[in-house]
């Protein structure tokens, strides 16, 4: 319940971003830990002279030695707590007035939800769970619990199998935590198309959610109408579905995983957009694109939406130039008034420095493009102005010359 097992008091002078509503404590911002927390206990942080700042979730094996769940001194960290704030996250996602149409959306967006390190993605009557963070594991019962009560859903599938668990020192995990298992290809909604998605073994929580809103920008009916595109990073064919709907010449898929392109194939078929003159590609993004060049194939729309480049800081620089490499290669084979949509999904490269790389690789490759419309994550993954590192997802849509 509210015990709190410890106290950190901040160094003087690093209050600042914690009155200033940031969720983050640094190792290095802290003068001293007071009571032995231990990994998931809370813990009050204090200014140098004692005042309460806020109460957090403590992780010892960290950077990030501790999330703030509240700024307020008298709301105690227990089951209310975790109820109000997954009702607030909800009634957000209501007002959005996704359904019917859309039945697969981000629900809680971890800190910018100001549950740090859950994340919690609705899939129609499933819920899909991920515990980021130490802190949030030790929590995720009561979660569990609210959630089931609140939404009534028929499972509840943990997919907290990502990588940045291992830096707070916690294995993968993969399971059903509640009520049934879901089919194996269990079929959504997204903006009226219908849409298989993976819950067990899918990419994320089995769909890239965030790319939702993107999708319908970039194919408009103008945009792709009898138009070849070049969907790269097609993954279960998500912008191949939106495309088709408008007829457009041809929609080359490209993705490494021949699976997510089977599933990409299925989908098209599922609604009855299914076109023989359609190509799905396994392979490498970079050397196929590269093939285009040297064989001159055009396209007059491309996509690029590829995996995270940058995991840790160090992984910066090397990631700027694989998208710059990326860019200029698609920048080499679009046709005058073609239509560039790319992506970073890396939230260590902001969207100045994106938009600088890809303005690199625009001058490298002789062309001559406009920006027409700048992209991010769909609103179901909602970006804090107090917490800016919740923004990860950005675009920039271009006419290219
Ligand atoms: N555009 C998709 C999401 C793309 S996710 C959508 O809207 O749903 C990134 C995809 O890139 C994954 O499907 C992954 O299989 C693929 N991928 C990763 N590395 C690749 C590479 N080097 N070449 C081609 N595809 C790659």
């Known amino acids: ?67 703030i769940l509240t700024w307020t001194s008298n709301e105690p960290i227990d089951p209310t707590f975790w109820e109000h704030r997954i009702k607030q996250a909800i009634t ?40 980021l963070t130490a802190g949030i594991d030790r929590y995720k019962q009561t979660i569990i619990e609210i959630l089931a009560n609140l939404l009534h859903p028929t499972g509840i599938i943990e997919r907290s199998d990502v990588d940045v668990r291992r830096k707070e020192g916690l294995e993968p995990v993969s399971s059903i935590v509640w009520g049934n298992k879901p089919p194996e290809l269990f079929v959504v909604q997204e903006n009226g198309f219908l849409m298989q998605a993976n819950l067990l073994t899918g990419h994320k929580t089995g769909l890239y959610l965030d790319q939702r809103e993107n999708r319908t920008a970039v194919c408009q009916p103008h945009h792709v109408s009898h138009k070849e595109i070049l969907n790269v990073f097609a993954y279960t064919g998500g912008f191949a579905l939106y495309a088709a709907a408008h007829h457009p010449t041809t929609i080359v898929n490209l993705d490494s995983s021949a699976t997510a392109l089977q599933e990409a194939h299925q989908n098209l078929q599922l609604n009855n957009l299914h076109r023989p003159q359609d190509e799905y590609i396994t392979g490498d993004a970079f050397e196929i694109l590269r093939y285009y060049r040297d064989t001159n194939r055009q396209f007059d729309m491309v996509i690029l939406d590829p995996p995270k480049f940058a995991h840790t800081q160090r992984d910066i620089e090397r990631a700027c130039r694989g998208y710059k490499d990326l860019n200029w290669l698609a920048f080499r084979i679009l046709r005058p008034g073609g239509l560039l949509a790319t992506f970073s999904c890396s939230g260590l490269i902001s969207a100045d420095l994106f938009q600088k790389v890809v303005f690199g690789a625009l001058v490298d490759a002789g062309r001559e493009a406009q920006i027409i419309q700048t992209l991010g994550q769909a609103s179901d993954h909602p970006i804090s102005l107090t917490f800016p590192e919740s923004a990860y997802l950005k675009g920039l849509l271009c006419r290219v010359w």
């Open 1 to 67: 319940m509210t015990t709190t097992t410890g106290e950190i008091i901040l160094k003087p002078g690093r209050e600042k971003p914690v009155r200033n509503r940031h969720p983050w404590i640094f190792s290095g911002a802290i003068q001293q830990v007071r009571g032995k927390p231990k990994t998931g206990d809370i813990v009050e942080v204090l200014d140098k002279n004692g005042r309460f700042l806020a109460r957090a979730y403590y992780n010892p094996h960290s950077q990030i030695r501790a999330r």
């Open 92 to 131: 957000a996602r209501q007002l959005l007035a996704l359904e019917p149409a859309t039945t697969a959306y981000r629900l809680i967006h971890a800190e910018a939800d100001g549950l740090p390190g859950l994340i919690v993605d609705k899939y129609a009557n499933y819920l899909v769970i991920q515990c």
